[in-house]
């Protein structure tokens, strides 16, 4: 048991905070980013169809030139960002939600990957993903994630680099 004269104590001790005020409690976060993926949309028939999702961005990072963006976004447009952040950035990036190659199968007695279950499973997933993706200090440098969460449309040809802090 460390005494009070043990320096290891000193070092280890709990700052002394004060009590906190309603005003501290319920003002605006210091820093934030909050993403959501919501409003999947299938699109097309027959075997030309595919799922899009509304990706929600709130911020208030300096970093990010757009404070709010919603772009529609497909699992393909997921898979390019994980590609293109293992490519250029220095940390690891998460896993995506599976392809579902079972449910792609022909002549299934349902919708595959179109059934609503599977939808909102993917959908929570792939919100999952990208917040943990765009929380990581690194990432939010890259010029990838930038315009997938603010551009309109993703471009594959795009130079990829860091975004400069203005």
């Not at 995506?96 to 599977?118: C, M, N, Q, T």
């Not at 440098?141 to 400069?164: I, R």
Request: net charge neutral; glycine share 4%; aromatic share 8%.
């Amino acid at each position: 048991m460390a005494t009070a004269a043990d320096p290891a104590e000193k070092h280890t001790k709990r700052l002394q905070m004060g009590q906190q005020t309603l005003d501290d409690a319920y003002a605006a976060p210091a820093n934030f980013l909050e993403i959501d993926v919501v409003n999947p949309e299938t699109h097309g028939v027959a075997n030309k169809r595919y799922t899009d999702y509304e990706v929600r961005m709130r911020t208030n990072l300096p970093i990010f030139t757009l404070k709010e963006s919603t772009v529609r976004r497909r699992y393909s447009d997921f898979e390019w960002l994980r590609t293109e952040l293992e490519r250029d950035s220095k940390i690891l990036v998460p896993p995506l939600p599976g392809k579902a190659l079972k449910r792609l199968l022909p002549f299934r007695s349902d919708d595959g990957i179109f059934e609503d279950d599977f939808v909102e499973e993917r959908r929570s997933a792939l919100e999952v993903f990208v917040n943990k993706v765009s929380g990581h200090p690194l990432a939010q440098n890259e010029k990838c994630l930038h315009m997938f969460l603010q551009d309109s449309a993703v471009d594959k040809n795009y130079v990829p680099g860091k975004v400069k802090n203005n």
